[in-house]
């Protein structure tokens, strides 16, 4: 199966930070790619869809000037948590698709972000 | 968002039971998918369905996908310590679509 990287595994930042998640499909075009976000012992929720060279599609509820998505190549897409705030503290998932659809259904290895 | 209903919650077994778990969804899916995931990382692929009816099998584990193309259940055979972890249902209604995931099925394996 496709292979997807996530950088960093983890971070720690200080509230009113940004931080910058990639996420890699190394061996994959993904022209699609998702982002979730699993707080502890609950379900991933997605947050956002990005389609290579066109701005994010927004869950309702997740604020978009909050969480910057950038997807400028078809193996990297890029979420940008700006200011954030403890109760941004979360698993942060991405997963990608593309053309071919129903054989890609691969999950990054999160990140881990603590907001202190 | 959206969840779909997956039971059990929990589950508390000894090393050799089989295991069965279930999702269910008010609305139709064309894609049933079951995860499994580890702490602290991204939930891995099991088994994919794509077709209302289908039973599939990877080793151990058997899916259905159900007529209704409303639920899907998981089988786990024999099962074995690695089998520890939480164990996720989506469902989806085209290729490039959104997933929406189930809630979740935490599996304990007493010693």
């Known amino acids: 199966g496709a292979v997807v990287s996530q950088h960093p595994s983890w971070v720690i930042c200080k509230s009113g930070t940004s931080v910058k998640i990639e996420c890699r499909s190394l061996d994959f075009q993904a022209t699609t790619m998702f982002w979730y976000r699993q707080f502890p012992k609950q379900s991933l929720m997605l947050m956002a869809t990005?389609?290579?060279?066109?701005?994010?599609?927004?869950e309702q509820g997740v604020e978009k000037d909050k969480f910057l998505i950038n997807h400028a190549s078809l193996t990297l897409s890029t979420l940008t948590v700006t200011s954030a705030h403890p109760e941004d503290s979360s698993f942060y998932i991405c997963?990608?698709?593309?053309?071919?659809?129903?054989?890609?259904?691969?999950f990054g290895p999160g990140t881990r972000l603590t907001v202190l | 968002g959206q969840q779909l209903n997956q039971s059990p919650q929990s589950m508390f077994i000894q090393e050799g039971e089989d295991v069965s778990m279930n999702c269910t969804s008010s609305?139709?899916?064309?894609?049933w998918l079951w995860y499994k995931q580890d702490p602290g990382e991204g939930p891995v692929l099991l088994i994919a369905?794509?077709?209302?009816?289908e039973l599939t099998s990877n080793g151990r584990l058997t899916a259905q996908f159900g007529i209704t193309r409303k639920d899907s259940f998981l089988n786990i055979s024999a099962s074995i310590p690695s089998d520890v972890g939480i164990y996720f249902c989506a469902g989806q209604r085209s290729g490039n679509e959104k997933l929406t995931f189930g809630t979740g099925t935490r599996l304990t394996i007493i010693p």
């Open positions: 990005s389609n290579e060279g066109s701005k994010a599609t927004y």
């Open positions: 997963r990608i698709s593309g053309r071919e659809g129903t054989d890609t259904q691969y």
């Open positions: 609305s139709i899916f064309n894609t």
């Open positions: 369905l794509y077709k209302a009816g």
